[in-house]
């Protein structure tokens, strides 16, 4: 898949740009406000003579997304050295990510330049650039001008520059599919080629909707959490796939439900008493709940209780329609 990222060569936008980038391949902040937001600790910057820390800046906690997996991120402060003799430079606060270890907070320092207009500041100004962080697996919190020979960053110094992650879920194991031809399951078209913008998708592992009891059973495949204010709801296009595997005088149900309206979605409900593919989809679901995040659940429930039953090779695919 070819790298979209801009390079600096779009100074104004390629920090911005390829943020946005990243966030349509798994990587955020949920639920934005105050989490993981870059506030001013000390003020102070850090000196070229003395390099004990000054904690300059204070990262807050939140969770973020990463690679499609959601993460919790530890308050933490970060030094900002102190300004070149002659120019300002833009440098970057970001959350890196490392195998096996947590996610920290560091900082990226930007090139010194003269300013370009030289009658603007801050973000106004094309010059100096920022890192772009052009095809880099980070998360970017803000920008922070630092003015020649600055000893101390102030509030306006700190350009918010995070992203959400807008479409936020539980874990799941996830890979990512082509879709630029069009979504096609079993020689089923589900979505036609440039016909939506993707979102995510999702494939997950095999479920387990065995019973040992006498009454209905319920298997959950996908909880998606939506942020639907970032969703117009005219424009959505979901599909729910996965293998069925009824146990013997066994009928499974499918559907997706809305828990914060207790709302069926329509579109989504197969009943089936046979092991066969299951393939639902839905185009411009309009929830009742539009001003907080709602829980979209994928739900197995067998007709009567009985065991063996087995759900295999979930996934979900969700996008924007253009």
Known sequence: MKDPS??????NHALYVNSRIRKNRGYGIFDEGNKCRVEIETGK????????????LAVNSGHILFNDEKIKFNPQKIDIDSGHDKHPRKDVVYIEKKPNNPPTAKVSKGKPEPKDPNNATHENTIRPTPDAFAGKDVIVLAEVWVNKRA?????????????SSEV???KV????????????????????????EPIMVMNGLGEDAASTTATSYTATTFKIHLKWDNLPSVNTVCSVSFQASP???????????????????????????KSEPVHTNWDDYSPTTHSDPITLTSQI??????????????ALWLGKRI
């Open 45 to 56: 910057c850090r000196s070229r003579e003395d390099t004990s820390k000054a904690n300059t």
């Open 151 to 163: 000893q101390s960053i102030s509030a306006n110094d700190v350009l918010d520059r995070r992203v």
């Open 301 to 314: 429930k067998t007709s009567h209780g009985q065991n063996g039953s087995e759900i295999k090779n979930a």
């Open 173 to 196: 194991h996830t890979d990512e599919l082509d879709v630029g031809s069009g979504l096609n399951i079993n020689g089923n078209t589900y979505i036609q080629e440039d016909e939506v």
């Open 247 to 273: 146990g013997a005088n066994e009928t499974l149900k499918h559907n997706v439900k809305n828990m914060q309206d207790r709302e069926l979605v329509s579109g989504t409900e197969y009943t089936t008493g």
């Open 6 to 11: 801009i390079s600096n060569s779009q100074p």
């Open 168 to 170: 936020n879920y539980g």
